[in-house]
C-alpha cells in the first residue's frame, strides 16, 4: 500500500522567513514523488517532481529514501507563496497519484 | 487551449439519486483520471482510462462507474448518493499513460448531496 504524511495542516511564517513543508511517505517499491500546489481560486498545479531534480518558485526537495520523506523547502518565502501545498506519490510508471491531506501556507507581511 | 474542463461547475443532488460528471481532456491528452477530494483531505483516486480502456480503479464502491468516449472526453457517474459522496471531483488528463508525462488537473466540480 502506498501511503502520503503531511504532518502539518498548517504552516504561518513572515515574509522572508524559510519555510519546510513536510512530507513522509510509506512504499515498498521505488516511488515517483511530486508536490502540488493550489492558490487561491486556482486549479491544482504540478510544482515540482523529484525525477525532475530542478528549482521551482524558488522551492527545491529532496527524495531521502533512507527516512521516506520528501520535503519541500524554500529559503525566503514571499507572500505569494500563500497556498495550499499537497505532497503525492506514484509508483515509478504507474499512473495513480496518492495524496497526503495537505498543509496550507500563510506568508505573513 | 482551457486546459482541462469539467461541467457542471457545482450540483445539487438528494440521497439515492443518480449524477453525472462530465470532463474534456487537454487537446491530444488520451489519459483521464477521476479523483474524489473531501474537504479537508487530499485527492483520493478513483478511476483512470486510457485509450477508452480502464486501466486503474480506486478503493471505491461499484455505485462509481466511468467511461472514457472516441473523443477522449469521460463521464463519471455515482449512483444511489449517499451523504458522504459530497465532495470535490476532479480530473485530470495526460498525454501519455504514465511516467514522464504530467497530469493537468481540471477546476472540479462541487458535488452537495442533502
Known amino acids: 500500500a502506498q501511503r502520503v504524511t503531511q504532518p502539518e495542516k498548517l504552516l504561518s511564517v513572515f515574509k522572508g522567513a524559510p519555510v519546510e513543508l513536510k512530507c513522509n511517505y510509506s512504499?515498498?517499491?521505488?516511488?515517483?514523488l511530486f508536490w502540488y500546489v493550489q492558490y487561491s481560486r486556482q486549479r491544482l498545479q504540478l510544482l515540482l517532481r523529484?525525477?525532475s531534480r530542478e528549482s521551482i518558485k524558488g522551492f527545491t526537495a529532496d527524495l531521502n529514501k533512507g527516512e521516506t520523506s520528501f520535503h519541500l523547502k524554500k529559503p525566503f518565502a514571499q507572500e505569494e507563496d500563500s497556498a495550499m501545498y499537497y505532497c503525492a506519490l506514484s509508483p515509478l510508471s504507474d499512473y495513480k497519484l496518492s495524496f497526503g491531506a495537505g498543509t496550507t501556507v500563510t506568508v505573513r507581511a | 487551449d482551457a486546459g482541462v474542463t469539467q461541467s457542471p461547475t457545482h450540483l445539487i443532488k438528494t440521497r439515492g439519486q443518480h449524477v453525472t460528471l462530465r470532463c474534456s481532456p487537454i487537446?491530444?491528452?488520451?489519459?483521464v483520471s477521476w479523483y474524489q477530494q473531501v474537504l479537508g483531505q487530499g485527492p483520493q483516486f478513483i478511476f483512470q482510462?486510457?485509450?477508452?480502456?480502464?486501466?486503474g480503479r480506486g478503493n471505491f464502491p461499484d455505485r462509481f462507474s466511468a467511461r472514457q468516449f472516441p473523443n477522449y472526453s469521460s463521464e463519471l457517474n455515482v449512483n444511489a448518493l449517499l451523504l458522504g459522496d459530497s465532495a470535490l471531483y476532479l480530473c485530470?488528463?495526460?498525454?501519455?499513460?504514465?511516467?514522464?508525462?504530467?497530469?493537468?488537473f481540471g477546476p472540479g466540480t462541487r458535488l452537495t448531496v442533502l
Open positions: 512504499y515498498s517499491g521505488s516511488p515517483e
Open positions: 523529484h525525477i
Open positions: 487537446s491530444g491528452h488520451k489519459s
Open positions: 482510462y486510457y485509450e477508452k480502456e480502464e486501466r
Open positions: 485530470a488528463s495526460r498525454g501519455g499513460l504514465a511516467g514522464a508525462n504530467e497530469q493537468f
